[in-house]
């Protein structure tokens, strides 16, 4: 389309950004952040933790991206992820692990695509055997002795989160049937795991010394595990001798800081995703007026307000009313108003703006914008929950 066919392009033919929302998310940016990541966790393993669609980043194109950088052992949260993974190609010399089940899970597509199963109860275990068994039967109908398709299997520890894993009095009778099973080729005992509270490096410590002595009382009932692992982003980047084997890292390689104080720049680590979004209107205001739903900002000075089509349908969350600031033009204005579920207003006071002209809400901080980081202080949450939160109305651009 020429300019002067647009109907939105400015008096002298100006592009405008087609669309109202995206979000930039840079592949090069992800694979340099996991090349560096595995050099610092080495000799431990690095497993790419892609759960939440990438933390909303996309989890399809970013294992793409990370398979480039040479990472082999992916965390996908639920069975239905690493499903996805597969049918878009990835194989199953790629270790794809999921941990998250439902309570009538059945295991049978699992055990035929290979998935690395993190099993936390008795009752997992036996519905894993039984899809073994399923499996099995259904590649050798005939054959009463062909050998079984073992499940992939981490035994899960509870070491102080009280969410999934075994408590440690669970542990035994779970590691006694585990290992009958492996002797019966039912399944590979590929790893004995847990997570992290991460509220004291203290407790940190009693949580590893909690694994060590499960793993010890599993050596003397017989199991041995091909890999242990512990950590997460932020024990795996500051507690260096609880790595183990393994480290299980998302936040860290989407470039969003997770030590209080510490920006992901400080750690070598770049933002990979960047918000933005085009001017939707202008108006100019004369003050006194109020502006967004309740007139919670009436302006203090006849001042410019831009429309910004983004609202907490899209991620943005109604508390970033209050002090998170929008980059226009490499300078920030202060959202001003409610949030509303599709849009927002900035103040931008006598600068000149026009529609179509490009704001960017967080990103890299190269347009003079806040970091994820940054933001999420603002909102009192974490980078996480902001990329998470990006709603599926942003188109994710890939570059
Ligand atoms: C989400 C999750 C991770 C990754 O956590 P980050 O802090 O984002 O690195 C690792 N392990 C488990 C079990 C998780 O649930």
Same mark, same amino acid.
């Given at each position: ?16 950004? =087609? ?8 592949? #090069? ?9 595995? !050099?610092?966790?080495?000799?431990? !393993? ?6 939440? &669609? #990438? ?52 295991? !049978? ?16 275990? !036996? ?38 894993? #075994?408590?440690?009095?669970?542990? &035994? ?8 099973? $492996? *002797? ?5 005992? $590929? ?23 499960? %793993? ?10 091909? $890999? ?28 969003? =800081? ?42 203090? $000075? ?76 603002? %909102?009192?949450?974490?980078?996480? *929950? ?14």
């Amino acid at each position: 389309m020429s300019a002067a066919a647009d109907p939105l392009a400015e008096p002298g033919g100006r592009a405008v950004h =087609p669309a109202l929302r995206w979000a930039t998310v840079d592949l #090069a940016a992800y694979r340099a952040n996991l090349r560096h990541l595995q !050099e610092l966790v080495a000799p431990a !393993e690095l497993m790419a933790v892609v759960k939440a &669609d #990438a933390y909303g980043h996309g989890a399809t194109t970013l294992v793409a991206a990370a398979l480039e950088a040479g990472v082999r052992w992916f965390g996908t949260l639920d069975l239905a992820n690493a499903h996805e993974l597969r049918a878009a190609g990835v194989g199953d010399g790629v270790a794809l692990f999921a941990w998250q089940f439902g309570p009538r899970e059945t295991f !049978e597509r699992a055990i035929s695509e290979r998935i690395d199963l993190g099993i936390s109860s008795l009752r997992q275990l !036996e519905a894993v055997a039984s899809a073994v068994e399923a499996v099995s039967r259904a590649l050798a109908p005939d054959a009463a002795a062909a050998a079984p398709v073992p499940a992939l299997v981490h035994l899960n520890v509870d070491t102080g989160l009280h969410r999934d894993g #075994a408590l440690a009095d669970e542990w &035994d009778a779970l590691v006694t049937r585990a290992v009958r099973l $492996r *002797e019966a080729g039912i399944l590979r005992l $590929r790893g004995v795991y847990s997570h992290l509270a991460e509220a004291s490096d203290e407790e940190d410590t009693g949580s590893a010394e909690l694994l060590a002595s499960c %793993i010890e009382r599993a050596a003397r009932l017989g199991a041995t595990f091909e $890999r242990r692992h512990l950590t997460a982003s932020s024990a795996g980047m500051e507690r260096p001798e609880l790595r183990l084997d393994m480290v299980r890292m998302g936040s860290n390689t989407y470039g969003i =800081p997770v030590t209080d104080g510490v920006s992901a720049a400080d750690r070598g680590l770049l933002p990979v995703m960047t918000l933005s979004a085009s001017v939707a209107r202008v108006k100019r205001i004369a003050a006194g007026t109020g502006v967004s739903y309740d007139y919670t900002f009436r302006a203090p $000075r006849d001042t410019t307000v831009a429309l910004v089509p983004v609202g907490y349908a899209d991620g943005v969350s109604r508390r970033a009313q209050h002090g998170v600031t929008i980059a226009l033009h490499g300078k920030r204005y202060p959202i001003v108003g409610r949030v509303a579920m599709d849009q927002f207003l900035i103040d931008v006071g006598d600068d000149p703006v026009a529609v179509g002209d490009e704001v960017t809400l967080f990103g890299t901080g190269s347009r003079g914008e806040l970091t994820v980081g940054e933001w999420a202080d603002l %909102i009192e949450t974490i980078g996480e *929950e902001v990329t998470c939160g990006i709603g599926a109305r942003v188109k994710r651009v890939y570059v």
